[in-house]
């Protein structure tokens, strides 16, 4: 059975659906925000919230545990849809993951290093052709960063791919029949709720094409893997990177990254070449390295196979 079909492993009522998304909801913007809410709190920063932009919390909490405050409704997330899964869909919870018996991390990893390795020469070629990036290593601040780029970062980057290329992905498959449509859904709800992330305010509207495009191409590679490995892989090491190789003072990930680009907000040539060219070409790649077969049937007649 594909991917794609793993829905009908459990029930699939229509309320079910909506119920797990309202726990979803509850979930990121309600339970998940308790902990960075209590500590503000004890600092004495939650009298600052009616001051819209009066308080910088990274400088209030530090930027490391600001970070994790902002992973932790993720996780919370995570568990609900698990739990979902499990109990209220009733199916077993490897199916929202992948159609193989067990999880291919050889997969995950073989995504985590090839996107690694191209985001680390985009760096390069920056830094060689003179862009205003400088070095910001910081030995107390960046180990700490390090342990929650490498084992918490991964775990926001796995509840977006349950969620959109896993739970409501095969949930589109379920009730419309075609792979094209889960496809265009999942990348388009992905890129949209982007925007509200800063760098629509400092870029504009078009850094969504950014969003949405690898939603897109996200969906296309759990869609023809039969699996969110690659997806889940290329994921994570793009957020890890962020926040710990790259950073900026307009991104989502504020924090202390080896690297500080200090140019003016624009949408850059390597974001433009990565929709354009890049993608295209690891979806080329993979195609080939996994023998991806029967695309039409896949597109257009949520195939079994």
């Known amino acids: 059975m594909s991917f794609l079909n793993n829905a009908s492993k459990g029930t699939n009522l229509l309320s079910t659906y909506i119920l797990t998304l309202c726990l979803v909801i509850l979930a990121y913007a309600i339970v998940g925000q308790i902990p960075l809410l209590v500590d503000l709190k004890m600092h004495g920063g939650l009298a600052d919230l009616e001051n819209e932009g009066s308080l910088n919390f990274g400088q209030l909490l530090g930027q490391n545990k600001l970070l994790t405050y902002l992973i932790i409704p993720f996780m919370v997330v995570l568990i609900t849809l698990i739990l979902s ?36 020469v985009f ?129 989502a990930f504020q924090t202390d990254a080896l690297f500080m680009d200090h140019a003016k907000p624009t949408f850059g040539w390597d974001a433009l070449l990565t929709i354009i060219l890049i993608q295209p070409l690891l979806l080329f790649i993979f195609a080939k390295v996994y023998k991806w077969k029967n695309w039409k049937g896949k597109f257009i007649g949520n195939s079994k196979s």
């Open 85 to 120: 899964i499990k109990y209220l869909h009733k199916r077993p919870i490897i199916s929202v993951f992948t159609s193989r018996e067990s999880f291919d991390w050889k997969r995950f990893f073989t995504a985590a290093i090839i996107w690694g390795f191209i985001m680390v």
């Open 123 to 251: 760096l390069a070629i920056s830094i060689y052709s003179g862009e205003n990036i400088t070095w910001n290593f910081n030995a107390s601040t960046f180990f700490p960063l390090l342990l929650i780029s490498l084992f918490l970062i991964p775990i926001q980057t796995t509840c977006e791919e349950v969620l959109f290329r896993g739970y409501l992905f095969q949930g589109f498959g379920h009730f419309y029949k075609k792979g094209i449509i889960a496809v265009v859904i999942t990348g388009l709800l992905f890129g949209l709720l982007h925007g509200a992330n800063p760098e629509v305010e400092k870029l504009g509207y078009i850094v969504l094409v950014y969003y949405i495009g690898t939603g897109f191409f996200l969906g296309i590679m759990a869609l023809m893997d039969d699996g969110l490995e690659l997806s889940m892989g290329y994921h994570a090491i793009n957020n890890i990177f962020a926040a710990l190789i790259l950073t900026n003072e307009w991104q």
